[in-house]
């Protein structure tokens, strides 16, 4: 059995959104298909362990955004790699929500699905939620942003260790101004905004 | 409710082998997702008049191969655009199976799943299977097909209606001359193979 097979099962990139009582939550999650036409069903998979999942089982609901190619690694970094049990993930955004209460991305999304869970097959690791979907929307014209897009645009690159980097010029942090070069005056003052050389940050080839 | 928000989702481009007894067959499909890692378990959904979902439903196995960049329409036609009920679509083709006879792609497919099924859910109009994998390949280094892929690189553009479309050149169809020129005389004859005009086909700007 060769497990890299299962890297070549192609993905989306989801926020899904759920709200439970006065708990709110969403997370980032890669399942998301339809699986039924006639009634109208999607699946999402969700791991057991996680906040977002426990919420979605208490209501029964869930909204879940399509990311689109305008999507950052930040966005994703902020809902994905971090658990709403430690950290309040909602509270610097304004989300839209649907008719449950459940939050969506009102941007980098380019749609999103409101649903109303109808079976749960607790599978383990991960509960199968088959769901009705009650509200759907378009929400911008960019291309839906894949799993591997994700990996190959989004993500960043491991960087080299500082030893083995070369920096070619110095940014002020303040305003932005470059001074070519490797290496910054120590004295140096940003002709722009007047701030010295401890503000600069190093540009690397 | 806008159905095109369900456009949206991202999918790969599939071959479903199954075996029943004497009878195989094998169709396209776009859902295969992971849905669980411990144990490792993957769902598709597969319509529920198709032929292949019979096969599966009374073998409880099924191999699904994971088409890559190389697949052509013609390959999708054959397996996708027909019924196993009418035709043999296996007839013309030499293909490996899985240990329980599932028939997957030698050629055009990155990687294979060899699934036993270990939950069943019939959905109205399709049905959902829950799958153990028993074996799994990487066939290719080509990149993974997606639905978005074929429907912009693969499926061929509408033709404009034969009236509407200006002749440039004339190919032999027995040996690939061209006559340059919209109108090729009657009584040409191919400077190479010596074929007559009617074995000519025109090409179209």
Redesign the interface.
Same mark, same amino acid.
């Given at each position: 059995?060769?497990? $890299?097979?299962?890297w $070549?099962?192609?993905?989306?990139v989801f926020l899904l959104g759920a709200k439970a009582g006065d708990r709110v939550n969403a997370c980032i999650t890669?399942?998301?298909?339809?699986?039924?036409?006639?009634?109208?069903?999607?699946?999402i998979?969700c791991i057991n362990k996680n906040y977002t999942r426990e919420l979605i089982s208490e209501s029964g609901t869930f909204a879940i955004s399509?990311l689109d190619s305008s999507a950052t690694f930040e966005l994703i970094r902020h809902f994905g790699m971090q658990s709403g049990r430690d950290v309040d993930k909602m509270a610097s955004f304004q989300m839209p929500v649907d008719e449950f209460g459940n939050p969506y991305l009102g941007w980098a999304a380019?749609?999103?699905?409101s649903c109303k869970v109808v079976?749960s097959?607790d599978?383990?690791?991960?509960t199968?939620f088959?769901a009705e979907?009650?509200?759907? $929307?378009?929400l911008s014209d960019n291309?839906?942003l894949?799993?591997?897009d994700y990996q190959d645009h989004v993500k960043p690159k491991p960087e080299k260790p500082a030893g083995e980097r070369k920096v070619k010029a110095w940014r002020c942090k303040i305003c932005g101004y470059i001074y070519e070069g490797p290496e910054l005056p120590k004295d140096f003052v940003c002709p722009i905004c007047g701030h010295p050389a401890d503000d600069f940050e190093p540009i690397y080839e």
């Open positions: 059995m060769d497990s $890299k097979a299962f $070549k099962l192609s993905y989306g890669n399942t998301c298909i339809q699986v039924a036409n006639d009634p109208t069903r999607v699946a998979s399509l380019c749609a999103m699905l079976e097959h599978l383990g690791s991960h199968l088959i979907v009650v509200d759907a $929307k378009v291309a839906p894949t799993y591997a």
